[in-house]
């Protein structure tokens, strides 16, 4: 396998690779072929990732299962789940995108993710992780119904593994016999030790034919002794429990078969070549090296997660020189939580920090290394990072859960069940609202104004600033029962942050420019282009900072004194913020024309989020022009 030191920064030579129009023709290579095409394919997702940015490590990881498992199954009529995506891009470069790889996650490119309106290969969109079992079962059991000669192939890692959602389906595969191949990419050792010599042997022997073909002989002939199947099946269970993790496994029903080494062409083709054929439920454990091939990715996997795409020399020619500057870098909204956070619990030792496998995505950090006996980390357990909140918030403690916005909706049930109908003290630090950027549908934050308005007792509050968002997070803190804090991806404006802990009132909007006839009532994100707007209008501006209580006064004062109010939020129009305004208006008996903006009811694509905003209307330009087509015609009446 050839290594590398640095990026491409030129598209490399990929002969073989580049006869490779589907992965068909990879089922009629030698090994020593498959070996080359992963060389090169290596190669080429390097280039590509430095042209494009994207996820990095997790890929390059997977080169050499990705080759193998497009040789040993009949793609796209056997089905290939990848969980996350992460790990995609060599599944994508293999299946027709090698040359649109470097668009993949820019506006109007490749998605980021596995996405079945692109690609035939791609049998399942995902996003979020460990949904794969269960969609790949569900796709095997609908090929039992429909008598076809399909085969299911589900790869996950093992971070996604330790969601409860992969062993629900681990649990029900099992029960029903499914014909399901559930390949565990292990790239952490969070499941085995290091494979050794004699593991390595013995899951050779277990996907060789002559073993193969006397297991299944076996449980014939002992099918007619009473109780001797089941004896042969303990002793072979407990025979490879004792040289890997295979007794879990094998309870649940499946047949365990690993640890092998994910980065052998030979031995992962001949392990998914005779399971391929197997019926029920098969598991093959992979061991695999994230960032394999590439030297600083091994070294340091988790910082080469993602990459940003490189500069080229001609590009760094074209830059415009650099000018002093005294101001200040501006602060990321996940950076002054990280701040506030450390701050807090310094204030108060009952304040316990959690995360759902978000430690430097929320900037958690610092408060794991200052605070290491209050901080969890859950791994990919949105639902028990919640309820785990809940039961802190029982004993008098002050649990914050630092989580994306989209990560939450996974947590939903659990918010309302086991933190709001008991009222519980539980503080929520939503990251990544609104329009994310290039991740796209499944990780824009478009929707937690809607489902968290609609909760009784929640307190839900939206920053327009960086100096807003601590203030926020001290009131959030501070307030007796559920309350969230949502702010979004990147830096802030720019405004000072105080470096006290003082709460800003809960219910209390913010004039910021008086005008007249039309009142502009922006939600967190938005005050910046209502600023731009009001000024261009002369209109009223006012930063109404909470979404849930709304500021009652402000509100009706508003429509006593304006012809037109118009809402702004960075979330979807429905159920949202606006219609939280439209709904005190009603209640209070109170005729106003009033305008909501928002996002639109269709899901989001990817691309920069200044990008996504003008799409959507949501920038300064989109939102003067929707006001005035407002008021034209309502002169026109």
């Not at 299911?152 to 996604?160: M, P």
């Not at 959602?165 to 559930?182: D, Y």
């Not at 303990?234 to 295979?246: L, Q």
């Not at 006839?517 to 006012?542: C, M, W």
Request: proline share 6%.
């Amino acid at each position: 396998m050839k290594l590398f030191d640095t990026i491409p920064t030129e598209r490399p030579a990929t002969p073989l690779l580049d006869t490779l129009d589907t992965p068909a023709a990879l089922r009629a290579m030698s090994a020593e072929q498959l070996k080359r095409v992963a060389d090169e394919l290596r190669a080429y997702l390097l280039y590509s990732v430095g042209v494009s940015g994207g996820h990095f490590g997790a890929g390059l990881g997977v080169v050499e299962l990705t080759v193998a498992l497009h040789h040993a199954f009949r793609t796209p009529h056997d089905r290939l789940v990848w969980d996350v995506g992460h790990q995609a891009y060599p599944h994508k470069i293999l299946t027709g995108r090698r040359e649109a790889m470097t668009s993949i996650r820019r506006y109007g490119g490749l998605a980021a993710f596995p996405r079945r309106a692109e690609s035939e290969y791609d049998t399942f969109g995902v996003g979020h992780s460990s949904t794969s079992i269960s969609a790949a079962l569900g796709m095997a059991l609908a090929a039992r119904t429909q008598k076809q000669e399909r085969r299911v192939c589900a790869v996950i890692g093992d971070g996604a593994l330790t969601a409860g959602m992969a062993f629900e389906a681990l649990a029900h595969a099992g029960h029903v016999n499914a014909n399901l191949l559930v390949v565990l990419n292990d790239n952490e050792m969070s499941i085995s030790e290091n494979v050794g010599g004699v593991a390595s042997y013995l899951a050779r022997i277990l996907v060789s034919k002559p073993y193969l073909s006397m297991r299944e002989n076996g449980k014939r002939v002992l099918s007619h002794l009473p109780g001797a199947l089941e004896l042969a099946r303990r002793t072979e269970e407990h025979v490879k429990g004792m040289v890997s993790p295979a007794t879990l496994f094998e309870e649940m029903g499946f047949n365990y078969v690993g640890p092998i080494d994910g980065h052998d062409i030979d031995a992962l083709t001949d392990a998914l070549t005779s399971m391929r054929e197997l019926d029920g439920p098969q598991f093959l454990h992979v061991k695999t090296c994230k960032g394999r091939g590439f030297l600083p990715a091994e070294s340091d996997p988790i910082g080469y997660h993602a990459i940003t795409k490189l500069e080229t020399p001609e590009a760094a020619k074209a830059k415009p020189p650099a000018t002093a500057s005294n101001a200040p870098p501006k602060k990321k909204y996940c950076s002054v939580f990280g701040d506030w956070i450390c701050d807090m619990a310094a204030a108060d030792e009952r304040l316990i920090g959690i995360t759902p496998a978000m430690r430097e995505g929320s900037d958690l950090i610092r408060f794991s290394k200052e605070y290491p006996e209050r901080y969890y980390d859950v791994a990919i357990a949105e639902q028990h990072s919640v309820t785990l909140a809940a039961g802190m918030a029982c004993e008098a403690m002050k649990p914050v859960v630092a989580i994306y916005s989209t990560f939450l909706q996974r947590g939903y049930d659990q918010l309302i069940h086991d933190v709001a109908v008991q009222e519980l003290d539980v503080t929520f630090a939503i990251d990544r609202a609104g329009l994310v950027g290039e991740d796209g549908p499944t990780h824009h934050g478009a929707l937690d104004l809607t489902y968290l308005r609609c909760v009784p007792g929640m307190v839900v509050l939206a920053p327009a600033d960086e100096a807003e968002c601590r203030a926020m997070l001290s009131a959030a803190y501070h307030h007796p029962g559920p309350a969230a804090v949502r702010y979004p991806r990147g830096t802030g404006p720019g405004v000072p942050i105080p470096a006290d802990l003082e709460p800003l009132p809960i219910g209390v909007a913010e004039p910021r420019r008086q005008g007249k006839g039309v009142a502009l009532l922006a939600f967190g994100s938005l005050n910046d282009p209502a600023g731009v707007v009001a000024e261009r209008l002369d209109a009223t501006h006012i930063n109404m900072r909470s979404v849930k209580p709304l500021d009652r006064d402000a509100v009706l004062e508003a429509a006593r004194n304006h012809d037109l109010l118009v809402t702004l939020e960075e979330n979807v129009v429905a159920g949202g913020a606006g219609s939280g305004v439209n709904e005190l208006l009603l209640a209070e008996g109170v005729a106003v024309p009033v305008l909501n903006l928002g996002l639109p009811d269709v899901f989001a694509e990817h691309g920069k989020p200044a990008e996504l905003l003008r799409d959507c209307g949501l920038d300064a330009d989109g939102i003067e022009a929707a006001i005035r087509r407002r008021l034209d015609k309502h002169r026109k009446r």
